[in-house]
């Protein structure tokens, strides 16, 4: 079958057509034709145009009559193996076939069973890419109807691989053009939802399209879509003159459909923040038009671009011209006044635009406008939940439109304070750009307000943007006159930003004005700001010693300038702290001007210093003098003192060791029949002769001022820990046989445990009168003796107790406390806890409540049977009297677990509508896991405890609710409700965690052939509404079905958060596969699809392969 190249064309045609005819003809007789067809192969790789030509003829005629996929197969082929020009050969005769059988191309799609065409766009090569476009231009302008009507069907995957895909083909532009020629509306819509903007090449290519298609057809669609193109524009620095010369020769298009005003305005506000100063004068321009001349705009989206126009006129740059409309329309927005429900008003919820789902500009715009519009009193706390700072973070602009037009209204001043104070959280966390641009309308608000809390509140927040000119500058101009107090307190506040601002604080603060020293709030806000350089950055408190030295003798010498001096006292506190100074010649500077000092909060201050001295220690003789000095201060000051005076004295104390005080340091009134011991002639006296014995602490509990008896107890259970910790296992050991001792005589006469002991029981045992003290004053010490200590008392015959404990209930209970620490230890006080707790019934209120006070040792110390059988008693009246939380607020013996989560379990079941979630959260998770419980009281108990995150397994909490309903169908609607309540309140428990194992479990459940549509739908109602809820858009939320027309949108911010970078495929590709599932119902493939198209253009799918599977899952579905 040999042929010469010199052949004529009528002779190679005739050749084929005889090689045709004898495959034909063995086709029709059973017979072999490889042969045949292997050399019409090897003719569809000839490098001779006219063999290939004709080769291609035979393999179409072959397709069309005997074996459509052999031909196509063998067409492919040679596709993929054509090393010459011969490639438009071969496109025409594949495009012959597949339109000769239009029928057999609609399963085609990207990458399984892949359109033949789309094998052209493996090499992106101008001359191929040129060709198809040619070929795709004449299916669109094909003379056969069929063909025409049927040519999107064809060629979808290949125009969407075109179109849509991450690589740009060079003729892109035309093959749109000729889309958009022939007037496929849904299709046109489908291209321009999926084509992604990831870089300034596919940006300036979609805004073309987009221009493109308003040419064919001007509508409001077209409008929007290129506004939101034009922001695509701004974000990547490209010319947006154009675009805003379209927009504004189109605005008869938004004035005939007044309702898309809002939307078109936010978008524009947007765009004003972000565009290159070049293309603000055209932007301006526009605005103008719309609000000024249509009288366009609701009032926060006016001042939205307000807030724009305010950072336009600080930097001006090379606008000079244009400043004169810029004032303008400044003026005009802040002379607009906020009507409630005006007569006419704009409702962008009326809009019927579908397209907008494809478009997260548009959409977020949509939802934000309808989220102002539809709220006149909008409620945005102080403090932002995580979900409430993402979505707000990505909407500050919001917030500002917000903040301007409060101040300017001068209305509602909290929710003022808290958008002001959000918006600065919000710039912190984000980049320095918006940092930057929220100063000029800062300054702005405090030029314009007249109000004095706005002033100060605006000063104060400024100086957390950082140590810019302009906030140096404004603050450089308070600095004199009545203002420099206000100028210390905002250095300071700029100082812990910069620290760089340091040198002009401390101007502020030495410069010294003839009217400083009648200025007694000067004053103390001087030394305030003194005690905060000292306390965070203390080696600069060396410059200011002579400054704080001075204020606090003008103090001191001042009846009413209480406030200077302790403060000044606190400085010098944190500078001895810090070994910036000495702290014994302080003492001797300050000790005398404060010796007769009265003022409490100088009192304070003072002890707060004396108390310092311990960690100063030193071995050596001028210290021991100085400390004892010391020492000897404060107990005068406990001694003579006033109540105030003697408490701080007696916290002050705290800060020594007990065992370094000695005898002679204890004033006489609290060692009474305890002399001090006399030397021998010519010897010192010994300082063990010198200890101070338990009895002291005795003295000083009997004797104190009744006010300040609390305070002096606690000064004795801190020593007594200190003794406790020192005492060894022989103080706890009792002889085989022995019975417990009947006092602590083995102790040393130092120890406060024996005096205080055997000052219980003198009071328990004695008969005379002269002997008996103050109840309160026995109470006391039994509370110092009932505390919890490293470890319990030595062991002792407890049973005195028996003869206190009837002398009225505050002893009653102290007793009780007592033997319940020392019953794990002491027989006669584990007698005295089973006999009293044996003795409680229900009717015994007061008992009860003493019992349920010190639960926890009861629990340890009492017999488990004698246990059971109070709470079972007790029980009822512990629920009744709202005390149970007491029942279950400590840790339980492992060996009362089982008893106690049975007689729980047996009352929450009985009494569940009686008892609050707040006993539930009480009770050990290990516990509750043991407790039966309705399906709907464990909802809402288990999810008011994750909120606190009470348990250490609160994801698989969580999810054994989610799968139990699955199974049961009893309270879905109730969990929805209390998973969104959970997510949205709470800061404790790990959403991103629970849903990526949510998502996992998820999937495992679909893969089950028995999974209906009903429980399909309550999974993805479930990963719908978590989705919504940690976006943030569930403040857009006003009734449940807005869950769903927010999911997308909450998809895609949620994939701009970095904090969920690590999930964001996971959560694709559940979506992808919800939508190939065969349970999914229509309209959550759309509901997913649109996800998908709001998110295309996150990283994710910046890889080919994965950006085609997603394609090919929009064609399939």
């Not at 008003?345 to 500009?361: C, E, M, P, R």
């Not at 302009?470 to 620290?499: C, H, Q």
């Not at 102290?814 to 006080?829: L, M, R, Y």
């Not at 044996?838 to 409540?849: A, F, R």
Request: net charge neutral; proline share 3%; hydrophobic share 40%.
């Amino acid at each position: 079958m040999e042929l010469s190249t010199n052949n004529s064309n009528l002779f190679i045609s005739n050749h084929f057509y005889k090689v045709f005819k004898t495959i034909t003809d063995k086709k029709a007789k059973n017979e072999s034709i490889a042969s045949e067809i292997e050399w019409l192969n090897s003719q569809l790789m000839s490098e001779n145009r006219k063999f290939c030509e004709n080769a291609c003829l035979s393999i179409v005629l072959f397709g069309k009559k005997h074996d459509f996929g052999f031909a196509l197969n063998a067409l492919i082929s040679a596709f993929s193996r054509i090393k010459n020009d011969n490639f438009d050969l071969l496109t025409d005769a594949m495009m012959d076939l597949l339109l000769k059988n239009l029928n057999e191309c609609q399963n085609f799609q990207i990458l399984e069973k892949p359109h033949p065409l789309i094998l052209l766009l493996k090499e992106v090569e101008t001359t191929k890419l040129m060709y198809l476009s040619i070929k795709i231009d004449d299916v669109f302008n094909s003379s056969n109807k069929y063909v025409k009507e049927n040519c999107i069907k064809f060629l979808h995957p290949v125009l969407l691989t075109i179109l849509c895909s991450n690589v740009i083909y060079p003729e892109s532009r035309n093959i749109w053009r000729t889309i958009v020629e022939n007037g496929n509306k849904d299709f046109i819509q489908e291209i321009i939802s999926l084509r992604r903007v990831t870089s300034s090449a596919s940006c300036i290519l979609f805004n073309s399209m987009i221009i493109l298609k308003m040419t064919f057809n001007y509508n409001l669609e077209s409008v929007l879509l290129l506004i939101s193109s034009t922001k695509r524009m701004a974000e990547y620095s490209l010319d947006v003159t154009t675009n805003i010369k379209i927009i504004k020769e189109h605005t008869n298009i938004i004035e005939s459909e007044p309702n898309s005003s809002n939307l078109v305005l936010l978008i524009l506000a947007e765009i004003l923040h972000i565009c290159s100063i070049k293309y603000i004068p055209i932007l301006v321009s526009l605005l103008d038009h719309l609000i000024v001349n249509l009288n366009f705009g609701h009032i926060i989206i006016l001042h939205m671009i307000l807030d724009g126009l305010i950072n336009t006129l600080a930097y001006p740059s090379f606008m000079t011209k244009e400043m004169q409309i810029i004032e303008k329309l400044v003026n005009y927005i802040r002379g607009k006044k906020f009507i409630k429900n005006p007569v006419k008003q704009t409702k962008t919820i009326n809009l019927s635009i579908d397209f907008v789902q494809g478009d997260k500009h548009l959409l977020n715009a949509y939802n934000i406008c309808t989220y102002i519009e539809t709220n006149q009193q909008l409620q945005i706390r102080d403090s932002l939940y995580e979900h409430e700072k993402f979505f707000w973070n990505k909407n500050h602009l919001v917030l500002r439109g917000i903040f301007h037009a409060i101040y300017l209204e001068n209305s509602d001043y909290k929710l003022w304070k808290n958008v002001l104070k959000n918006l600065i959280e919000i710039s912190k966390s984000s980049n320095e750009t918006m940092k930057s641009s929220l100063v000029m309308p800062l300054l702005f608000c405090l030029a314009e307000s007249f109000d004095p809390k706005v002033k100060v509140c605006v000063l104060q927040h400024l100086t957390e943007l950082g140590a810019s000119s302009e906030i140096f500058n404004t603050i450089k101009a308070l600095s004199t006159g009545m203002l420099r107090s206000m100028t210390i307190d905002l250095y300071v506040r700029l100082w812990k930003i910069e620290p760089r601002v340091y040198p002009f604080l401390h101007k502020s603060l030495v410069e010294k004005s003839s009217l400083d020293e009648e200025d007694t709030f000067l004053k103390i806000i001087r030394i305030a700001a003194i005690k905060e350089i000292c306390d965070l950055k203390p080696h600069h408190g060396s410059d200011l010693v002579s400054l704080i030295s001075q204020i606090l003798n003008e103090s001191i010498d001042s009846k009413n300038d209480d406030v200077s001096a302790a403060l000044s006292i606190d400085s010098i506190s944190l500078l001895c702290q810090n070994h910036i100074i000495s702290v014994t010649s302080t003492w001797k500077a300050i000790s005398l001007s404060t010796r007769y000092e009265k003022r409490p909060r100088v009192i304070k201050s003072l002890c707060n210093f004396l108390s310092n001295i311990p960690q100063f220690r030193r071995n050596n003789q001028e210290f021991e003098i100085f400390n004892k000095e010391i020492v000897n201060r404060l107990f005068h000051m406990i001694e003579w003192g006033e109540t105030y005076s003697i408490q701080c004295a007696l916290i002050a104390l705290q800060s020594w060791n007990y065992d370094l005080f000695t005898l002679d340091m204890i004033p006489d009134t609290y060692r009474e029949n305890i002399p001090l011991p006399q030397p021998a002639p010519g010897m010192e006296v010994s300082i063990l002769d010198l200890e101070v014995p338990g009895e002291c602490y005795v003295q000083l509990l009997t004797k104190i001022d009744v006010n300040a008896r609390k305070t002096a107890g606690e000064l004795i259970s801190h020593y007594i820990k200190q003794e406790i910790a020192e005492y060894r296992s022989g103080n706890y050991i009792v002889k085989e046989g022995q019975a417990e001792p009947v006092n602590y005589k083995n102790l040393p006469k130092q120890s406060i445990v024996k005096a205080l002991t055997h000052f219980i029981i003198q009071q328990a045992t004695t008969k005379k009168e002269e002997k008996i003290v103050n109840s309160e004053i026995v109470a006391e010490a039994l509370h110092i003796l009932s505390q919890k200590y490293s470890r319990p008392l030595p062991p002792l015959n407890w049973s005195f107790l028996h003869e206190l404990i009837h002398k009225g209930l505050n002893i009653k209970e102290k007793c009780i406390a007592v033997a319940a620490k020392q019953a794990v230890i002491s027989g006669t006080a584990k007698r005295l806890i089973d006999n009293f707790l044996v003795s409680i019934n229900e009717t015994m209120h007061d008992n009860i409540e003493i019992a349920l006070k010190i639960l926890a040792d009861i629990c340890n110390g009492a017999s488990s049977d004698i246990l059971k059988l109070f709470i079972e008693k007790t029980c009822t009246c512990a629920i009744d009297e709202d005390k149970i939380i007491n029942l279950l607020s400590h840790e339980k013996d492992v060996t009362n677990r089982e008893n106690l989560a049975m007689i729980i379990s047996t009352f929450i079941n009985r009494n569940s509508s009686e008892i609050s979630v707040n006993v539930i959260k009480a009770i050990p998770s290990n516990i509750l896991n043991m407790i039966h419980l309705m399906s709907a009281e464990k909802i809402r108990y288990r999810c008011e405890i994750l909120k606190e995150s009470l348990v250490e397994n609160s994801v698989s909490w969580l999810n054994e609710l989610i799968i139990e309903q699955l199974n049961k169908n009893e309270c879905r609607e109730l969990l929805m409700s209390s998973l969104e309540n959970l997510l949205i309140n709470t800061t404790k428990f790990p959403k991103k965690k629970w849903l990526s194992e949510f998502i996992i479990l998820s999937s495992s459940k679909m893969v089950e052939k028995n999974l209906t549509k009903e429980d399909l739908q309550y999974i993805l109602d479930i990963f719908i509404t978590s989705i919504v809820a940690i976006s943030g858009h569930c403040i857009l939320i006003k009734q449940g079905s807005d869950r769903y027309q927010l999911f997308s949108s909450s998809v895609e911010l949620i994939s701009q958060c970095k904090f969920y970078d690590d999930i964001i495929g996971n959560i694709i590709e559940f979506i992808l596969y919800v939508q190939s599932h065969e349970a999914t119902s229509d309209e959550m493939i759309k509901i997913f699809k649109n996800a998908i198209v709001l998110s295309k253009d996150h990283t994710y799918f910046k890889k080919l392969s994965v950006w085609q599977k997603t394609l090919q899952a929009f064609i399939s579905r």
